[in-house]
């Protein structure tokens, strides 16, 4: 029987190829996205235009009115978006965001019997947020061992990061040779409502440095 | 100054017990809820009527669409509430619930600069729950350290569960002497609109048998 996988979809860059590399590894995929009262809602459409092209991957979006708690650049409109790096941990930082999303997505991943949950959380070309570091997705999988029906019952459910020691270059060619559509992804954090990228954000600048070192044209569309 | 715990209230008895307790340990307490699309959802006015006796507790209530994933009695109409105890883990069992809690409590506990997280897990007279034993605790702490900028910054945000070894009836026993009333609290998975118990329910009767071992009158209001 082929093993099923969720699949964390933000509608940008890394979670599109890591829903690719889950689907080339032979997974059956569900995908899931979260609306969480993010200010770049153009995502969403990204998630829909990107699942379009994989038509078997059943999809689930879980709403979640994080925008109660604010504290985050992407979540307060009060909190400007930064156009220049900071030290330590930036204001676009989600409290707790991915420890949210795993949750949810274990709570899925148990309901449907899944034998992985895929993030593509990377700890080389990344902003700096800590729940995006190896050490945390090693705390995440020990309570995720414990947290479940199926670690009690010996059979965990893997956390798989494949992107999580690439450069951002390296998870481009990986999605390229994978027939990655990366026209359809939005990875800025101020994208206008139609996904056009503002090309100065940290997620912005980051991602242009990424195609120019993999030596491939940058399908962005910015504004 | 004041630390600061968020309270994860659920409107049931050992949650109410717990904001007692962390009110006389001197915390500012902010209270934190779920609407998951519990069946229970009686449970929500109790929050309510429970907080009426702390109008300096702020409160919010957040919710999800958990029965979304369906898998367990309690948010799927579909899976009848058992009457007679289980072997194993229950069928109301809600997939990846206390970590899916714990992570929204971890987001608002960021943002608030706050000390410490309540929960009212209890290891004794429980359901068997995965999600409450004291290892299950433990790693979501070791998580909490790595997850939060709080953590990163050396200083931990301490997830504090006075319940997890009492027994039922010292949990009602603390909680009478900080004058709770249970009468105002719902732990029934079957109640009522009004917030009336079945009486026949796990959670019925580990209540019950609660009051009867404190040697306490069992205010509960059953159908």
Redesign the interface.
């Known amino acids: 029987m082929t093993d099923k996988a969720v699949i964390l979809l933000s509608g940008g860059l890394d979670s599109a190829t890591t829903l690719a590399i889950a689907k080339s590894a032979g997974y059956q995929c569900f995908a899931l996205s979260f609306d969480y009262g993010q200010r770049h809602r153009a995502e969403l459409d990204a998630v829909k235009r990107i699942l379009a092209e994989y038509p078997d991957v059943p999809h689930?979006t879980?709403?979640?009115?994080?925008n109660?708690?604010?504290?985050s650049a992407l979540t307060d409109t009060e909190i400007a978006i930064p156009e220049t790096p900071s030290d330590g941990?930036p204001v676009t930082?989600?409290?707790?965001?991915?420890?949210?999303f795993?949750?949810?997505a274990?709570?899925?991943a148990?309901?449907l019997d899944a034998a992985a949950i895929f993030i593509g959380v990377n700890a080389v070309d990344y902003s700096g947020y800590?729940?995006c570091?190896p050490?945390?997705i090693e705390?995440?999988q020990?309570?995720?061992n414990?947290?479940?029906?199926r670690?009690?019952e010996g059979q965990v459910i893997k956390l798989e990061t494949p992107l999580i020691h690439l450069t951002k270059a390296d998870i481009i060619k990986t999605g390229n040779e994978l027939g990655v559509d990366y026209s359809l992804t939005v990875s800025c954090y101020a994208a206008d409502v139609d996904g056009k990228a503002c090309g100065h954000c940290d997620s912005c600048r980051l991602r242009a440095a990424g195609f120019a070192a993999a030596g491939l044209d940058d399908p962005t569309i910015y504004k």
Chains 1, 2 share one sequence.
Do not use: C
Not at 62 to 66: A, F, L, S, T, W
């Open positions: 689930k879980i709403h979640i009115d994080m109660q708690f604010g504290g941990i930082y989600v409290p707790a965001r991915n420890t949210i795993l949750s949810l274990l709570g899925w148990e309901v800590p729940d570091r050490e945390y705390a995440f020990s309570l995720a414990l947290a479940t029906k670690g009690v």
